[in-house]
Structures are given as C-alpha cells and as structure tokens.
C-alpha cells in the first residue's frame, strides 16, 4: 500500500514547451502532399501509397487535389520549359508554410535529358528543401526523403506567419 502511494499522486503536472516547437510537431505528422506527376517517377510516387509501402505513416496519406489544400509539393520527373510556368503557378497557390522535394535525377539535376526543352534541375525555378537521388528513386527512397523533411520541418525556428 505504502508503495502505491509513493509512486503515483493522480495530479496531471505541467509540460513546458515552446508554441514553437508544439506547432512544429503538429506540421510533421500531417504534410499533405500534392497530386502532381510529371514523367515516370510519379510510378514510384503513386506506389508509395499502396497498401505495400504506406505513405500513411507519414500522414501523408491524402493526396491532395487542390494546391490550396496542400503544403508539399513533390516535383517527380523532367520539368520541361514549357511545364515550368505551371509549376510555378502550382506552387504560389499553396498554402503556406509549403516545402517542396524534388524527385529524382531529372527534377534535381535534368537527368540524362542535356538540351534546351528540359529544365536542369527545379531548382531554378521554385526553392527545393529535400533532393532524392535514383532514375526512378524507389518509394524508400521518397520516405527517406520526408524523414528528413520532417527533421527540418521540426528544427524550424518560425512559426511561418506570412507577413503581408
């Protein structure tokens, strides 16, 4: 009897924590990703949310149709000069804080496609948090890729209000 007393009270106590930090948190466990596929990694994109690897664990399970409604945008395959506009377009109509990956060989570096219609890597037009390696990176490889994502997203020292 005498150790159960000791042991536990019944009072709750108090958990110090900065805002920062707890809303940091709460954007890790629900990136919402955009449904956006521009060549043949968005194969491997699509099959990241099969039954078989589970982007779910992420929180990331619902792809989203609407920019507005999403805050990653994962650029997966070449982005051609002419798909660049919309891109860019895409990504300054999402909500804010966004962050973007760029997958793949040919959205991070142009791939094996060195001419004058592709794009040699995304980041040129829009700013790239988290690059992954592969033609076509594998599923692992884009959950990698939001593990790290998520690292940065929580060492954020923002809160990321828009100031207008």
């Not at 920062?20 to 449904?35: A, F």
């Not at 992420?58 to 994962?74: K, N, T």
């Not at 999402?94 to 995304?122: E, H, L, R, T």
């Amino acid at each position: 009897m005498q150790a159960q007393a000791e042991g536990k009270t019944g009072s709750l106590g108090i958990a110090l924590a900065k805002l920062e930090d707890v809303v940091n948190w709460g954007r890790t466990g629900s990136v919402w990703p955009l449904t956006f596929g521009l060549a043949c990694c968005a194969i491997e994109q699509i099959s990241a949310g099969m039954a078989r690897f589970d982007i779910a664990r992420f929180g990331s399970e619902v792809f989203r149709a609407s920019p507005r409604q999403a805050d990653l945008l994962i650029v997966s395959g070449r982005v051609s000069n002419k798909m660049a506009p919309v891109i860019k377009r895409v990504y300054d109509q999402m909500s804010y804080p966004k962050w973007v990956i760029a997958m793949g060989d040919c959205a991070s570096c142009g791939g094996p496609f060195n001419n004058y219609a592709i794009i040699q890597g995304v980041d040129k037009i829009l700013p790239v948090d988290v690059y992954v390696p592969g033609c076509p990176p594998r599923p692992e490889a884009l959950f990698y890729a939001m593990d790290k994502l998520r690292e940065k997203i929580k060492a954020e020292e923002k809160l990321g209000v828009r100031e207008w």
